[in-house]
């Protein structure tokens, strides 16, 4: 393949960019925000777990706790009636007036017991409030930290699009004038080697290999035609001469 001198030193200014280009990629997709914002949403799915746990039980508690009021109503109110039996006098069998002292004595008990575990399910759904406003006010601090990291995020993101725009125009314009099938093989060899498909040869050493050229490629490099596209024997990249290549 045949190509102009200067077409082929514009090449590595197409691979300047596109190295600019895969830097950028590369810092956008491993901006600090995006662990940071990993880690805390990890946190907040936790917290929120727990949160829901915690209101979960706050919930129950209150509905058992309305129960065993509502249990503690009714035998208050059978032992009223019964003492309001007893009191009224129209209880006059000496059987019936024990019958009814001893279930007015099991209902005392009975009303005790319920008062106790509605102390007992009270202490639980105050815990449980407690748990959950605690884990409320975690939720929110954590909350305020994502929304602070996301914004952090996107501004660094919005300012790495602008520059990859930015590049990409400038790449647009550089290869507008290189021949199609210059490019085509820059390209091809770029996906193929890294991301580097143009190196310059830099005092008899390619800079995309980082190996020098021994004496035998050196005098084939020298024989080749200005125009000839010459390559790499060691990497297969394109190899770009400059005035620096040693020659």
Known sequence: MNAAPADQI?????????VRLTQLAHKRSTLPELAELSALEAELTQQ???LVAAQTEESDTT???TKAEQDVDQVRQRAARDQKRLDSGAVTSPKDLESLQRELASLAKRQG??????LEVMERREAAQARAAELDG??????????DATARRDAA??????????????????????????????????EKH????????YQRR?????????????????????????RCENCSRILVRTPDSGL
Do not use: F, H, W
């Open 113 to 118: 017991d319920l008062e106790d575990i509605v």
């Open 206 to 230: 390619c800079e995309g290999c980082r190996l020098e050229l021994d004496l035998t490629e050196l005098n084939d490099v020298r024989s080749a035609a200005a125009d000839a596209v010459v």
């Open 63 to 65: 509905r058992e706790q």
């Open 194 to 201: 890294g991301g580097v498909g143009a190196a310059r040869l």
């Open 48 to 50: 929120r777990d727990l």
């Open 157 to 190: 993101c919005t300012e790495i699009d602008a520059e990859v725009e930015t590049v990409t125009k400038e790449r647009e314009l550089t290869v507008a004038d290189i021949p199609a099938d210059l490019l085509k093989l820059y390209d091809r060899l770029r």
């Open 10 to 18: 514009r090449l590595l200014d197409v691979q300047s960019l596109d």
């Open 138 to 147: 975690r939720v929110q601090a954590v909350q305020a930290k994502v929304d």
